[in-house]
């Protein structure tokens, strides 16, 4: 992703500032609330240190990222999604029945109180009046609907459409049926959570009131390690407690194939971007082996970062992970897919417009996340004393705020400098994409392969320590044959093209078309 905005805009300082953005956003939001999710589920399981369970978690997950690359991670998050689809839906069959179907679950989790409230305001720990409607209320409620309908959808455009782990997938696919394909069969997994996971969450409330309903701050601290709330215990607890020995095991393996098939893509896309955006930098005529070891090693460093930064997940956002993923996003994420939204759809931005809309749109975006975090999100027991301008906002309408702050930005100063010519622009922009000459590059490529430069050595047999190392990062011992020009130029036709056959467009099609209809009927019967 970094690579196409050195493409559509040239220079260096996008492509850099994209590179890190990312990194910073993996270890704030990806990795380091997915190994706590995992830990908090062998805690619950096995009764570990939370530090015990991530270093457990992450051994496994490194050593087969590590030692297989992209082509390990895509064949076991196949397998993985299939374990992980089989046991929810066990598991939810298992709660439902506990509760004694839909009409019985609606009622009881209206009466699911903790029975130890002290002296905080029943408003804290009754069950909200609009519980059951995924369109609440714009002032009070907790995630307001044209937040949920807007600012989500922003959260949305940068992931899915411009976040390296989701693209790196999609530009590993064959053919772009395949790409379609997989992307509808995502949206189709998607529509699933609500009844395998938010469903069977709310019943674990109505099961354990005092555990995961908790609202005492000593009582959650005995219950779960944090005074701000217990709810991210809700669905391992409903596991650990409800299912029989064996498939408690299988659900066991379910959650952390879940949290290691996240962490793997993470890895790579990480390592991909280090190695390809900042490596190259620093050694501009290093070697594919040498990038590829760079960015193993890397993968050490941003892992020790995630679990240094663990504690304040625990504690932010009134211990719910998904309203603090959500808020991180939206502080950093809006700038970022307004510039991919306008590089594409408007060829008139320009780099200077697009960098000072993403360093901007970075200030404003930090000193809400600073602020937050130097006087924390508190809970509802004990509110946080964040001033009301910064923190009073709701984060979904803050990213709303932001992503349209950024894009006038861009626009303005796009419009006040130099448009940049066509010739550099064609196959990078909507409405360029059908254009069949040659593209000027606004920028050579700053890294070329040396891996013929330093080879007078390269027929001999490498020693029996060389061979296990280069086999455990899945590098090549042997060189790959020398390609003419004219092969290489066949290669790249293959690589680049987008053609379907009739038949499977067809297929695609008319299921991304029943897919939206199913999401919009599920929005309309919940809302």
């Not at 070329?448 to 590098?475: I, R, T, Y």
Request: hydrophobic fraction near 45%.
């Amino acid at each position: 992703m970094p690579e196409y905005l050195k493409k559509r805009f040239g220079g260096q300082r996008i492509r850099i500032y994209l590179s890190v953005l990312s990194l910073v956003l993996y270890v704030f939001t990806k990795i380091s609330a997915d190994m706590f999710s995992g830990a908090i589920f062998i805690q619950q399981a096995l009764g570990l240190n939370i530090y015990v369970a991530v270093i457990a978690l992450l051994a496994i997950t490194a050593l087969y990222t590590v030692t297989g690359g992209l082509a390990a991670v895509i064949y076991t998050d196949t397998l993985q999604t299939i374990i992980m689809v089989i046991g929810s839906f066990i598991l939810m069959g298992f709660a439902f029945n506990e509760v004694g179907g839909y009409a019985n679950f609606e009622k009881l989790y209206m009466q699911a109180v903790p029975s130890k409230t002290g002296n905080i305001s029943a408003e804290c720990y009754e069950p909200r009046g609009d519980s059951f409607h995924i369109f609440r209320d714009p002032i009070t409620g907790d995630l307001p609907w044209p937040g949920l309908v807007f600012g989500l959808t922003i959260q949305a455009a940068w992931y899915w459409c411009t976040d390296q782990v989701i693209v790196q997938r999609c530009l590993s696919a064959k053919s772009l049926s395949h790409v379609k394909g997989g992307c509808i069969l995502c949206g189709y997994l998607k529509l699933l959570p609500m009844f395998l996971m938010v469903f069977p969450g709310m019943i674990s409330r109505i099961l354990y009131p005092d555990v995961v309903g908790c609202v005492d701050p000593k009582e959650c601290e005995k219950h779960c390690g944090t005074s701000v709330g217990c709810s991210n215990i809700a669905y391992p607890k409903l596991v650990v407690d409800l299912m029989p020995d064996g498939l408690r095991g299988l659900m066991l393996s379910v959650m952390l194939a879940s949290l290691m098939s996240s962490l793997t893509s993470i890895f790579n896309s990480a390592s991909t971007l280090f190695t390809m955006d900042i490596y190259t930098k620093i050694r501009k005529s290093a070697s594919e082996k040498e990038l590829m070891i760079a960015g193993r090693v890397f993968i050490l460093g941003l892992i020790g970062a995630s679990i240094a930064w663990i504690p304040v997940v625990q504690a932010a956002q009134s211990g719910q992970l998904f309203d603090y993923i959500q808020s991180i996003t939206s502080y950093l994420a809006p700038p970022v897919a307004a510039v991919f939204l306008l590089a594409i759809f408007c060829k008139r931005v320009n780099e200077p417009g697009a960098f000072y809309g993403l360093i901007i749109g970075l200030c404003i975006g930090l000193t809400r996340m600073i602020t937050e975090f130097v006087y924390g999100t508190g809970s509802c027991a004990e509110p946080s004393n964040c001033p009301t301008v910064i923190c009073g906002v709701h984060y979904l309408y803050f990213g709303i705020i932001l992503f349209v702050i950024s894009c006038l930005i861009i626009l303005t100063v796009s419009l006040m400098t130099k448009p940049i010519n066509d010739k550099h622009l064609y196959r990078l922009c909507w409405s360029l994409r059908n254009r069949t000459e040659e593209r000027v590059d606004l920028e050579m490529d700053d890294w070329v392969d040396n891996q013929d430069s330093g080879s007078e050595d390269s027929d001999e047999e490498p020693g029996f320590c060389k061979k296990a190392v280069m086999c455990f990062c899945g590098l090549e011992t042997k060189k790959a044959p020398k390609l003419t020009k004219e092969e290489e130029e066949e290669l790249k036709k293959q690589l680049t093209d987008t053609s379907e056959v009739p038949l499977w467009r067809n297929v695609v099609n008319a299921n991304a078309v029943i897919l939206l209809c199913v999401a919009v009927f599920f929005h309309g019967y919940f809302g």
